[in-house]
């Protein structure tokens, strides 16, 4: 299995878009794309990104397909609006927390 992490930092005053987001869209698009989500991380203080949502995929093909699709792109648009120095990467699954 291969596991998508997408990590961001909220810009400041649109912490109830991020919110709504996660509540009503990230579950809604993962499937939709054939991607399993498997948790969302949010950050009240410290180092680095301040949010993380994360999906996993059968295989490295299948989550390739799965960023080709038109859901994929309302994801990032979506993330977007209200994020700054979005990253995502795309790693073997393991056990326990992976950033």
Known sequence: MVKLIITWSIRD??????L?????????LFLAMNVQPTEAWYAIWGQGPQAMICGVSKDQA??????ASSEWEE????????????AY????KSDGFQL
């Open 20 to 28: 709504e987001f996660v509540n009503n869209d990230f579950t809604r």
């Open 75 to 86: 994801v990032r648009t979506k993330i977007g609006q209200f994020a700054e120095n979005v």
């Open 89 to 92: 990467r795309v790693v073997a």
């Open 13 to 18: 005053g649109r912490e109830a878009e991020f």
């Open 62 to 67: 299948a989550m390739e397909a799965s960023m």
